[in-house]
């Protein structure tokens, strides 16, 4: 089976290393079976190598190049080999970090997990020779994986050759004697460059050992909250392969955890995890029939609602940081610098390109969609019908909030300095107003954001100094109940308070996540700190939320748009599933020892404890609540 690689790089210092490169890669096999490419669709290659320095960061070509693979192909057969600059990973932030001078922009959050590199440093400037030991297991070592073999078998081969080699170079010397004093003094020089090699191959391998055991720290962090075990195993196998720092920290952290879920409130048989997440949501949102999340790893997950089930993932290869369904349900859109649109089962639909990046996009029409970025467009059918710049609605800041109403009318959009604009379907401004976030008196608040919106007159944001008195700590200030208000809701008009959303919790801190139900009452969700653990807010809804399990750091709410379900996320990876509507009026499956079992062990079940606990019925991987009643 033949296997192309294109080569990415840029031109300059790295030419003479690329062109070794394009050379040594295909010799490695010596019966062939592996192209290097150079120019022409990256897309059409089975792998991509690229050469990363300050200057193809910057080189609009190689841009361009990774762009297109990125789009086409994911990260999963890509390799890296550092030849300046910098390049580290930020294991908190899950990403390439900022400082990184040899990482373009589309690849910071590109990666899922910490992706393996190679440090090619010393060959840059000059061409390296297939005689140097340490190059030829460096290309080794960028092959096998390409062709599916370890390295050791592409180097056997080559290793006896130049064995044989000087053999009869030691050979030819003895029998030159005219040549004795040459041959001396060559000798000298190869003991010296066998030296040289042999410690820049001892640095290479431990720069190789010190990425995987932080890559492995890394893995060992995210899964922490979800399954103790093997973050211990995960910290202990990064810290037997390189004593990093990380492998330090991943230990001490693992070693705390007992495996469980971190909650405030045990599920029931009437809540189901929505299971899947490697990182910890950034965004949620519902149709009737699906709920949708983003991830931190810029992972879009799509669940059926009756039941849980994970139906699509799609690959965090497009920067992807807020979701959105189409009013009418039929399509879901995700912001990543242009807007990706999805079907319910996670096909790609293509993507809308407003001419500035979008980080933000919210339902717009029936099945259209609004963008925010360094301008604000609405997009339908893949088609940018208007857009315009921040400056123009008189946003001075980024936008942190956008949605638009589901007759097309209407556009509402917020700045992090708390401006906020109503809009009309030509995105001039209607109303505009300014808000200020409460902040308590330990400095908790957030930037001023609309948390929830009904597409009419009424807005949630966190409660305002002047209008909604926000949280205060003083027990003698007396029992005004807004002194408890986690949020409010506001005229979208005027900005006039409306009604507090109130918490039960002591020393509430303001409202992160909420959510306006049909009937015009709302639901917040303060994410808790200090000493305050998570907690509800609502206005004079009667609705019984204390069954709603509530993650650790909660900070994402949502509800569907028939109001039959709610989400809840969290910031470790955690995210419910919880139906609104009485128990009676849902089918009745409470005594199926499906769901019991799945429900218990809080995940999908293996083939030996299917065996072991439900051994007469058929194994189901997804643990499905839609069977009949036993």
């Not at 040899?102 to 440090?119: G, N, S, V």
């Not at 990182?279 to 949620?284: A, K, N, R, V």
């Not at 949280?471 to 807004?482: C, E, K, M, V």
């Not at 005229?491 to 996540?513: H, K, M, N, Q, W």
Request: aromatic share 6%; charged share 20%; net charge negative.
């Amino acid at each position: 089976m033949s296997v192309t690689v294109f080569l990415s790089s840029s031109p300059g210092n790295d030419e003479l290393l690329a062109d070794e490169l394009a050379r040594a890669i295909p010799r490695v096999r010596r019966r062939g079976g592996i192209q290097v490419i150079r120019d022409g669709d990256p897309a059409e290659a089975d792998w991509l190598l690229f050469l990363a320095s300050p200057e193809s960061s910057r080189d609009p070509d190689v841009t361009a190049q990774l762009t297109r693979w990125l789009e086409v192909k994911g990260v999963d057969r890509f390799q890296v080999v550092v030849t300046a600059g910098s390049w580290h990973w930020d294991a908190e932030a899950n990403e390439i970090a900022r400082e990184s001078s040899a990482a373009p922009q589309m690849l910071r959050r590109a990666f899922p997990a910490e992706p393996r590199h190679l440090e090619f440093r010393g060959d840059r400037g000059a061409r390296p020779t297939s005689r140097d030991p340490l190059f030829l297991d460096q290309v080794a070592e960028i092959t096998a994986p390409m062709l599916g073999t370890t390295k050791d078998a592409l180097t056997g081969e080559d290793v006896r050759r130049q064995r044989r080699t000087r053999t009869l170079t030691k050979a030819a010397a003895g029998a030159l004697s005219v040549l004795l004093l040459i041959g001396v003094a060559g000798a000298v020089v190869s003991v010296n460059r066998a030296e040289a090699s042999r410690e820049s191959r001892a640095i290479a391998l431990q720069q190789r050992d010190d990425s995987e055991s932080r890559r492995l720290a890394a893995l060992s962090g995210q899964v922490v909250n979800d399954d103790g075990a093997l973050a211990r195993l995960l910290a202990v196998e990064a810290w037997r392969i390189s004593e990093t720092a990380e492998a330090r920290r991943a230990l001490a952290e693992a070693t705390q955890v007992t495996g469980h879920w971190g909650m405030t409130n045990t599920p029931s048989d009437t809540v189901s995890r929505l299971i899947g997440h490697a990182f910890h949501p950034m965004s949620l949102d519902f149709s009737e029939t699906h709920v949708a999340t983003v991830d931190a790893g810029s992972m879009l997950r799509i669940w059926t609602l009756h039941d849980a089930q994970l139906v699509a993932e799609v690959g965090g290869t497009f920067g992807m940081e807020n979701v959105a369904w189409a009013h009418d349900g039929s399509v879901v859109a995700a912001a990543g610098g242009r807007v990706h649109l999805f079907t319910a089962e996670g096909q790609p639909l293509g993507f809308a390109g407003p001419r500035s990046p979008a980080a933000l996009v919210g339902a717009w029409g029936a099945n259209g969609f609004v963008a925010a970025g360094g301008s604000i467009a609405v997009i339908q059918d893949r088609e940018v019908l208007v857009e315009r710049p921040l400056t123009d609605i008189g946003l001075t800041t980024p936008p942190v909030f956008v949605e638009g109403s589901a007759d097309g009318e209407r556009v509402l959009v917020a700045s992090e300095s708390g401006q906020i604009a109503l809009l009309d379907a030509d995105l001039d401004v209607v109303h505009q107003w300014e808000f200020t976030v409460a902040v308590d008196q330990f400095g908790a608040g957030d930037s001023a954001s609309v948390l929830a919106w009904d597409g009419r007159e009424r807005v949630v944001l966190p409660p305002d100094n002047d209008r909604i008195r926000g949280p205060i700590l003083d027990p003698a200030s007396g029992p005004d109940p807004q002194d408890n208000a986690i949020a409010g809701i506001y005229d979208a008009r005027t900005g006039e308070g409306i009604e507090p959303l109130i918490s039960d919790g002591y020393f509430p801190v303001p409202a992160t996540s909420a959510a306006i139900l049909a009937d015009g009452s709302a639901i917040a969700l303060s994410p808790g700190g200090l000493e305050a653990p998570p907690a509800f807010g609502q206005t004079s809804s009667d609705m019984d939320l204390s069954v709603i399990p509530l993650p650790e750091r909660a900070n994402l709410i949502g509800v569907s748009p028939d109001n039959r379900w709610l989400a809840v996320a969290g910031s470790s990876a955690e995210a419910f599933l919880v139906p609104l509507v009485e128990p009676a009026q849902r089918d009745d499956i409470t005594g199926d020892p499906t769901v019991q079992a799945c429900a218990a062990a809080g995940r999908f079940l293996s083939e030996a404890e299917w065996a072991m606990y439900l051994p007469d019925r058929d194994y189901q991987p997804g643990c499905r609540n839609s069977d009949e009643p036993s």
